[in-house]
């Protein structure tokens, strides 16, 4: 290489040393720069005084914490630095999560995490939103650990008080998502009223839980509530997993900007049968009334027309109308049958009752039922627990079973099973009789036991009304359940 060329090259090397030189200075003057940007944010951060903020080295050593920090566990800022944060609160699972954001060099956060401190333990659990972050050096190792600290123990015993209110109550809640038309939420007891579960519901559009019949007056009020127009005392019926029906009552509100129904329901089923149940004990005591009154008052005619009718039946110059006679004397006693039944609804019927066992009345009915249900092809099964002695009146309850187990018997085609069982449930003896019918209709279920109402084409609709006069006047209630696979009458005594 001539001279030339060496001088060359010395020049520019001598260049390049002083613009390496001069960026050199200038990143070190920006690293400074940065250095105390940063120093300066890292005092405004310490200063604050609203949430808890500790710097700690890569072994969890304190360097720096705020006031915020050691007021939190009554401590003085100065009780920290040099001082390893597993000292203050060993804690071996915390301590594993600090080894890991260092392992792995990634934040770690949690909400309201449950904390008791043990220099203060009289202050109880505590719950804190937690936020640990890895400072990475240049040498791609953490270098430092920031941690923040935040509160939330007054928010989150609110919202632990609103769970339990909202887990415990009842009532159902629930929130809807007008979205989607889908559940977002709903409490305990919606779930086992319903009977659906959690997955179900969120994830079924809900209409498809609401009877038939009620849907477009639901649909109605789930639009006002889209409006921003709350709803109260709203009732529809709901089918339930099992295929029954609830009656339920609503008080609703919606945040239309959120697309959001929160609903609070009453089951009011219990309510409404006992209505129900009110409605037809009124009929009954009032068609009671004018039977006790007028039931005498006809049989005493009644009989003395058919003494008089067997009379003329025997006179030869009569003969003729021997046949229209005996007809007539038929009806009468058609007449004189129907008006002994509705003499049993009479409030004040005579009764003798005595200490006796249900399961002997039924014992001596079991050969006269079976017989009745072989002649219409159907299986009878009694299956008789071990019950207490009641006061009963024999001859009434040998009625009201023999008239329940004929509307079994009547509501089945044959190879029907008809199953008579008595049991014994907290305070109450229980016979149950069960049929394998269809059902009865939603529609008939508030007439049962109302006196002439019958969906038989020969009925006198007072078969149950007895029945239920009966129950009555031995202190118990007839309840019934009906769906598809057939009918259950359960009557319930009161054990004394």
């Known amino acids: 290489m001539s001279p030339a060329a060496n001088n060359l090259t010395e020049c520019l090397n001598k260049k390049r040393g002083q613009e390496s030189s001069v960026i050199r200075q200038q990143l070190f003057s920006q690293m400074n720069d940065n250095r105390s940007y940063f120093q300066h944010i890292a005092t405004g951060i310490f200063k604050q005084e609203l949430i808890a903020v500790a710097l700690m080295d890569r072994d969890f050593n304190f360097i720096q914490v ?8 009554g401590r003085d800022v100065n009780d920290f630095p040099g001082r390893n944060h597993f000292d203050f609160y060993p804690d071996e699972k915390v301590k594993e999560i600090f080894r890991k954001v260092v392992r792995l060099k990634k934040p770690y956060q949690v909400y309201a995490r449950p904390f008791i401190y043990p220099k203060n333990p009289e202050r109880g659990m505590t719950y804190w939103d937690l936020t640990l972050v890895p400072i990475v050096g240049y ?9 923040t600290l935040n509160d939330v123990t007054e928010h989150h015993l609110k919202n632990m008080d609103y769970q339990r209110f909202f887990e415990l109550s009842m009532d159902l809640f629930c929130v809807l998502d007008l979205k989607t038309g889908c559940l977002r939420e709903v409490n305990p007891v919606f779930e086992k009223t319903s009977g659906y579960t959690r997955q179900e519901l969120f994830t079924t559009h809900y209409l498809k839980f609401v009877h038939p019949e009620d849907r477009r007056i639901t649909q ?19 089918i339930c997993r099992d295929g029954s029906c609830r009656i339920l009552r609503w008080n609703a509100s919606s945040i239309p900007e959120e697309d959001l129904v929160y609903a609070v329901a009453r089951d009011i089923t219990k309510l409404k049968e006992t209505e129900i149940e009110m409605a037809r004990l009124e009929k009954l005591n009032l068609i009671g009334e004018m039977a006790a009154g007028l039931g005498h008052e006809i049989k005493n ?21 021997r046949d229209y006679l005996n007809l007539m004397i038929d009806e009468l006693d058609r007449a004189d049958s129907l008006v002994t039944q509705f003499l049993c609804l009479a409030k004040n019927a005579p009764t003798q009752k005595k200490n006796q066992n249900l399961n002997t009345i039924i014992e001596l009915l079991s050969p006269l039922i079976k017989a009745h249900a072989i002649k219409h092809d159907i299986y009878a099964e009694f299956q008789l627990g071990d019950i207490p002695d009641l ?8 009625q009201l079973i023999l008239n329940l187990v004929n509307n079994g018997i009547e509501a089945m085609s044959p190879g029907g099973s008809l199953k008579i069982f008595t049991y014994k449930k907290e305070k109450e003896v229980l016979l149950a009789i069960q049929d394998t019918g269809k059902g009865i209709d939603v529609d008939v279920m508030g007439k049962i036991g ?15 009304s007895i029945c239920y006069s009966i129950a009555n006047r031995h202190n118990a209630r007839i309840t019934l359940e009906t769906g598809p696979r057939g009918t259950t009458f359960f009557v319930r005594f009161q054990i004394s």
Do not use: S
Not at 66 to 73: G, H, L, S, T, V
Not at 305 to 315: N, S
Not at 391 to 398: F, T, W
Not at 450 to 464: I, R, S, V
């Open 66 to 73: 705020n006031n915020a920090y050691a007021q939190a566990d």
């Open 139 to 147: 040498n791609d190792q953490v270098e430092f650990l920031f941690l």
């Open 220 to 238: 109605e009020k789930v639009n006002q509530l889209a409006k921003g127009k709350p709803i109260n005392f709203f009732k529809h019926r709901v």
């Open 301 to 321: 005619p009644l009989t003395t027309v058919r003494g008089f009718l067997q009379v003329l039946g025997g006179k030869k110059d009569l003969c003729l109308y």
């Open 391 to 398: 006061m009963l009146d024999g001859k009434e309850m040998r």
């Open 450 to 464: 109302t006196p002439f109402f019958t969906t038989k084409e020969n009925g006198t609709g007072l078969g149950l």
